[in-house]
């Protein structure tokens, strides 16, 4: 229960970082608050050669307002703080309410946004928060910097875009919309655990009329998932008791999920649509 | 003076408190001595195998490794594990021979303590590494090659009864590791005249007690004196040392065992384990002191397991509801070994009738070996089992006699008129089953009155949430205070200070504290001039340990006996001194006079001085102010009680809530009220755990599916709710301060409570609830199977926003 | 095979500079343990879950378990040895501890304090609710959490019985 001997590099700027990825594309991976990476290797399930711990560099760990209205976190900021951060708070509320299910507080205060985003667990919240909120994600690398679609950013369980020279380097997210309410549910057995099922959404309402959402499900697949014609559903409507129920039902053509030894799949299905019908509601109790 | 009952501390802080709350606690871990190397364990990965063979050439040249030791390297040295002579062995064969049931009959496996040709279970210890440092340990510890060829593993205990079923032991004619049969009254003839007849298949999930402190041993060989020490994170130092002395052909007086502050045991840490033998193996082949301290998995994977039973039960009511017999067939999945042998299924059978009166019994006990780790008592040992098939069957048997479930209990609750009451069987130390004392049904309106539970309770009512809600209740009882005896030294010194050492050794039960406090009210001192010494097995000859919730009943009758006893002693020679009786004295703040005259006193301080030898009270009374006492009990005294539970049902998400907990108990006067309530609090979270959260589950290749705390949930604080409490305090005569134990009682109920309470939410639909833990898993499927039944699609209640 | 590449770390560990030269895979915990002695800081899970491990770092807790030693170079850390004034003298929250019941065998005991000396510091007029999130962060598997609640409460000034609710 105790790591593999690795070499560690720590450098203090993004540039160096970077070169260190560039020349050991295969052997060094990238540590962020290690509250998942840790754990893997002191259970050996983890043994990278080179870990660059990305902790001292500077200009990672922000929390920015751009001058269009865009949202820019910082990969390295810490989860506690963005959890409470102000700008977090009007701009993306929904990304501090994920947070509350975000492991506990003793683990977000090293935890980083950028950490949770690039480790892309299956049932992770920041994810489809990120997906629901329409964000983008900026990495670089040596060759270049580019941007990636929240959609297209992971791209299966614990699998991303990155390429192996490649860091994450902020998430945006764009400005909010007057009258948009957001809302997340998830289902866990007791604080901390896993999420058995969860639903990030994002509303936009003129008077009462939901006109247009984003529904996106976590811990249903390899990766967040939206639910196109759950949303085609719900727009337009007042999310109402009867639209949920056709939404949940509609949910449930949408999603293949696993079963694991918590649930099955079928069930599974099941709390999905639960959740998605919850968070609008939430979301619609909210204007 | 203590008289029988009295309540030794009020306060709810302990001496223990200071040094755990600066960190100056010593756990295992936290010992050292010069020179200690590490030992890694490898393990096996797989469930059932052929070993060929362990290559340990590339481990060796790791760097820091002293030696890489196989089963081969040590088979000629160790022989088998010896069936535990802790608690479970020195009652068995009494009591086999008392069933005189030809069907009865218990195998002991013989299992090395480290696999020579054959693997058992993912987790058999295969190779022990020692290293100069912990991370050198496990990295040569993956350098270890293991050749095993699978064989059909055995993972299911009702497949494992079947004929053809490949063995575990070759040698045994078929996996029953143990047969119980017990009977009381013609219960055929019971059964075919009882108005209603309900039957239920019910188990009790299998669970891990996962202290938060894992196990852990160091062991150091002196070869200047000769003798090992043996540092052991374990409830019971002295069995561990005849454990050891046995199996290395040592004087046991060669051997000292050590239990430092053990944060947390359950009863995962009351049997003597291979690791302690083969850290003892390392320190006196290789002279080099050793540490090793278990690793989460390691503990999911070799620390026993427990639980485990599914029961066939079926219960006869008249046409009054009064019960007329019940019928139990159980099977116990012991895993590969099942080291206390009758303990956990004959407990299981001694406490099914409960608090109630069951005129006809028969009660059939099978334990079944598979690929899992071994399986023994953990807090509760059988009991929980006992209780979730009686209680869980009287729901059944209530809802088909179209009863109040309430009121079915009440009509068979045995009266308080009733004690001392003879259940009409032998209990497992092969004296007759009385009841001692108690009132059951004071017990089990006080908890309904507390819980609120209307008369005519509505029921099926929801929550602002949508959720339902749903009571259940569940009684119990239990033999605490199990013997065969405990041991306590008393000693003051020529200082006038006292020395209590027990054999007793606690894992966070305030032991230090009560045991202090009852020694300095015999001898009128003030508990801070009492030293309290426990785990050691140096420090008092003989000793048992801390399990079966036992401790205050046996090791604090043996403290009082022996501080009353030093007592006495101490009177006598003042009486002599001043022509007086010894009646007429008493000792009021380390001084003896005559009672109620403060004129005339003398300091025990200056007696004990003169107790010194040579001097002038030695000279006549002999030396020394010590006394010892083992205290046998002559039988469990029983405690009882009643739990009600209230849930909160979600029955879209399968997720429920505990939203209010009753425990009205009665464990005989209270000696620490806040301890007695910490245990009770804390036996319910594990209850609830088993109830809700807890069970190991393995894969049909005997894989372990959940082994580490991210799968195997352990209650958080979110899932225990703050708990009503309440005691009653009917003293038992069979102990001179008139306690009963209280260490397991407060797991014992919640799994059936909790169970009731869930199918009482779901009455109308006609869920069925017979298996703990109710995940959500597991109830969305009841929730699945009722609306099939009903042929209709899934239930769903109109879930409110969350 | 190569001696293991080492480096060099100081921390201020309760007050004290701490410098040692390390291999980089030495845990925070490691190092509290084994080189400094501070072996109030306990290990039950190695992966972060159990909260056993848990110290105040730069003011907030985190799992020790977790933390590279050599990740941390220059930071101040607070142990449960660090917590009592210089004569030893309990903390409100400690002195609760004992008063509730709040302990039993004590091996997560270190843990809980830290985290709620550090959150109590932070927010020393909390709710019920926020107390009992934090608490949520850690497993005891002794006291079935009511002592550990009441303690908190008593040390944050709140009455010891709350009505608890969930998000």
């Known amino acids: ?119 892309a667990d299956p049932a992770s919240e920041l994810p489809a928060v990120m997906l629901a909120l329409g964000a983008v994600y900026r990495t670089a690398s040596t060759r270049r910097q580019r941007t990636i679609g929240a959609a297209d950013f992971p791209v299966g369980a614990w699998s991303t875009a990155l390429n192996p020279d490649e860091l994450l380097v902020s998430v945006e997210i764009p400005p909010p919309v007057p009258a948009q309410h957001d809302a997340i549910i998830e289902i866990a057995r007791v604080a901390g655990a896993f999420a058995l099922a969860g639903a990030a959404v994002s509303c936009l309402f003129e008077g009462p009329i939901c006109y247009r959402c984003r529904i996106v499900a976590f811990a249903a697949g390899p990766q967040p998932v939206r639910l196109a014609g759950a949303e085609e559903i719900a727009t337009g409507t007042r999310l109402d008791e009867a639209t949920l129920l056709d939404v949940a039902e509609r949910v449930a053509s949408e999603v293949s999920p696993f079963g694991d030894g918590h649930i099955s799949a079928e069930q599974r299905v099941r709390l999905l649509a639960t959740v998605v019908k919850r968070a609008l509601a939430r979301a619609g109790a909210r204007q | 003076m203590t008289g ?22 010593r756990y295992l871990d936290d010992l050292s001595v010069a020179g200690l190397h590490h030992i890694a364990f490898v393990r096996s990965t797989v469930a059932h195998g052929i070993l060929h063979g362990v290559t340990t050439a590339e481990a060796f040249a790791m760097p820091g490794v002293t030696a890489v030791l196989t089963g081969r390297d040590l088979s000629r040295r160790l022989g088998h594990l010896a069936p535990s002579k802790a608690d479970g062995g020195v009652f068995e064969e009494k009591l086999l021979s008392q069933l005189g049931d030809s069907r009865s009959f218990i195998r002991r496996e013989a299992r090395p303590p480290i696999a020579v040709d054959r693997v058992r279970h993912v987790g058999e210890i295969i190779s022990v590494v020692i290293a100069d440092d912990p991370y050198r340990a496990e990295d040569a510890a993956e350098r270890v090659g293991v050749d095993i060829s699978e064989l059909d593993p055995v993972v299911d205990p009702g497949r494992a009864l079947e004929d053809g079923s490949p063995l575990l032991y070759d040698h045994w004619p078929d996996n029953r590791s143990l047969h119980l049969h017990v009977s009381k009254g013609d219960i055929d003839t019971a059964l075919a005249r009882a108005r209603t007849v309900s039957r239920r298949r019910l188990h009790s999930g299998r669970v891990s007690a996962n202290p938060i402190e894992p196990r852990g041993v160091m062991a150091a060989f002196d070869s200047r004196t000769g003798h090992l020490t043996v540092w052991s994170s374990t409830q019971i130092p002295h069995p561990v040392r005849t454990f050891l002395a046995d199996a290395l052909g040592l004087p046991a007086g060669c051997i000292r065992v050590i239990a430092p502050d053990v944060g947390g045991g359950f009863g995962c840490k009351a049997i003597p384990y291979p690791e302690e033998l083969l850290c003892a193996v390392c320190a006196l082949d290789h002279r080099v002191p050793v540490k090793w301290v278990e690793d989460r998995w390691e503990h999911f994977t070799s620390a026993i397991h427990s639980r485990d039973q599914i029961h066939d039960i079926e219960i006869g009511l008249d046409e009054n509801g009064r019960i007329l017999g019940v019928r139990d067939n159980f099977i116990v999945d012991t895993g590969a070994a099942n080291p206390l042998g009758v303990v956990q299924p004959y407990n299981t059978i001694a406490h099914l009738c409960g608090c109630y009166e069951v005129p006809t019994l028969e009660a059939t006990a099978t334990a079944v070996v598979t690929n899992k780790a071994p399986l023994s008592p953990y807090r509760g040992a059988g009991r929980p089992e006992a209780v979730f098939a009686m209680e869980r069957i009287l729901d059944v048997a209530a809802r088909q006699a179209g009863m109040d479930p309430f009121e079915l209990r009440r009509r068979n609750l045995i009266p308080a008129g009733s004690m001392p ?202 030396p020394g102010l010590e006394s010892v006492s083992y205290w046998e009990p002559p039988t469990v005294t029983f405690a009882s009680g009643t739990h009600v539970a209230r849930v909160a049902v979600d029955t879209e998400t399968g997720i429920v809530e505990i939203i209010g907990y009753v425990v009205v108990h009665d464990c005989g006067p209270l000696l620490a009220p806040a301890i007695v309530e910490g245990q009770i609090t804390g036996g319910v979270a594990q209850g609830i755990g088993a109830a809700l959260y807890e069970e190991i589950r393995y894969d049909h290749d005997g894989q372990p599916l959940n082994p580490n705390l991210m799968d195997y949930l352990l209650p958080t604080s979110d899932t225990v709710p703050d708990l009503v409490i309440s005691h009653l305090q009917t003293p038992s005569p069979l102990n001179p301060l008139g306690i009963k134990g209280v260490g397991e009682a407060g797991a014992i109920a919640p799994p059936a409570a909790v169970a009731n309470a869930i199918e009482n939410a779901l009455e109308d639909l006609g869920v069925s609830i017979d298996k703990v833990p109710v995940s959500p898993g597991y109830l969305l499927e009841q929730l699945a199977v009722a609306s099939v039944g009903k042929g209709s699609g899934f239930i769903t209640d109109r879930g409110g926003p969350d | 095979m190569t001696a293991p590449e080492t480096r060099s770390v100081s921390l201020q560990v309760n007050g004290r500079l701490a410098t040692h030269r390390i291999e980089p895979r030495l845990l925070l915990v490691d190092l509290l343990r084994s080189l400094l002695g501070l072996t109030g800081t306990h290990v039950g899970c190695s992966y972060g879950v159990c909260g056993a491990c848990t110290v105040i770092v730069d003011g907030s807790p985190a799992r020790s378990c977790l933390l590279l030693a050599a990740s941390v170079d220059g930071a101040e850390v607070r142990t449960v040895e660090g917590l009592a004034d210089e004569r030893g003298r309990n903390t409100e929250l400690q002195q609760a501890f004992s008063d509730e019941h709040g302990l039993q065998c004590g091996f997560c005991t270190p843990g809980l304090l830290c985290s709620l000396t550090a959150f109590l510091e932070g927010d020393p007029n909390p709710t019920p609710v926020a107390i009992d999130e934090v608490i949520a962060g850690h497993l005891c598997r002794c006291t079935g959490y009511s002592g550990i609640r009441r303690a908190a409460r008593r040390a944050a000034g709140l009455p010891l019985t709350a009505e608890r609710t969930k998000p």
């Open chain 1, 1 to 119: 229960m105790r790591p593999a001997p690795f070499d560690l590099i720590v450098p203090d700027t993004l540039d160096e970082a970077l070169s260190v990825m560039t020349e050991q594309p295969e052997q060094a991976r990238p540590l962020a608050g290690g509250q998942s990476l840790i754990p893997m290797m002191n259970l050996r399930l983890a043994v990278p050669e080179t870990l660059v711990d990305l902790g001292r560099v500077n200009g990672l760990d922000g929390v920015e307002l751009r001058a269009d209205g865009t949202l820019s976190i910082g990969a390295m900021c810490r989860q506690a703080t963005a959890h409470r951060h102000p700008l977090v708070l009007e701009r993306a509320p929904l990304i501090a309410e994920a947070l509350n299910h975000v492991g506990h507080w003793q683990i977000r205060t090293r935890g980083t946004v950028g950490g949770n985003l690039a480790h």
């Open chain 2, 421 to 622: 009451y003879e259940v009409g069987f032998n209990y497992r130390d092969g004296n007759p089953i009385v009841y001692d004392s108690g009132d059951f049904p004071a017990c089990f309106e006080r908890a309904v009155t507390l819980a609120g539970v209307p008369s005519k309770p509505t029921r099926s009512n929801t929550d602002s949430r949508g959720r339902r809600i749903g009571v259940g209740v569940a009684a119990y009882v239990e033999g605490t205070g199990v013997g065969p005896f405990e041991g306590a030294l008393v000693r003051m010194d020529e200082t006038g200070h006292v020395t209590v050492a027990v054999g007793a050794c606690p894992q966070g039960q305030g032991h230090e504290t009560v045991f202090a406090h009852l020694a300095a009210t015999a001898l009128g001192m003030k508990p801070t001039d009492v030293h309290v010494i426990t785990g050691d097995t140096d420090a008092v000859p003989y000793g048992w340990g801390t399990l079966a919730s036992r401790s205050a009943v046996v090791a604090g009758s043996a403290v009082y006996e022996a501080a009353t006893d030093l007592r006495r002693r101490i009177l006598a020679t003042v009486a002599a001194d001043w022509e007086i009786s010894v009646d007429d004295l008493e000792i009021v703040e380390s001084s003896v006079r005559v009672a109620g005259t403060p004129t005339r006193t003398l300091l025990l301080n200056e007696i004990a001085a003169e107790f010194s030898p040579g001097q002038r009270r030695a000279r006549t009374f002999g």
């Open chain 2, 4 to 25: 029988a009952g009295s309540q030794v501390t009020e306060s709810a802080s302990r001496r223990e408190d200071a040094r755990f709350l600066h960190g100056t606690g």
